[in-house]
């Protein structure tokens, strides 16, 4: 099964916490994604991002088709070119 997009949250964490009487935290780590499903999105984006430079798509492009921001695709981008550089 492929990494799932985690459901964008409405209100944040503090705003829970005095909502439920709770600290921070305790909403925190309730609420956190499991690492391993964090890391298997992390990974999946960062071979999508890949396979679209390599068709020569703009940061821009990227950002917009994979519904990111240009940011964080400009990261991807430095990292995957990184990788073509050093291989």
Request: proline share 2%; hydrophobic share 40%; net charge positive.
């Amino acid at each position: 099964m492929g990494a799932l997009k985690p459901v964008r949250r409405q209100f944040t964490a503090r705003e829970a916490a005095e909502r439920l009487g709770v600290t921070t935290r305790t909403v925190q780590r309730l609420m956190a994604e499991p690492r391993e499903q964090y890391l298997a999105r992390a990974n999946s984006k960062r071979e999508q991002v890949a396979a679209l430079r390599a068709e020569g798509l703009s940061v821009r492009a990227i950002a917009e088709k994979l519904e990111i921001s240009k940011s964080a695709a400009g990261r991807y981008v430095q990292e995957y070119e990184a990788q073509q550089k050093a291989a």
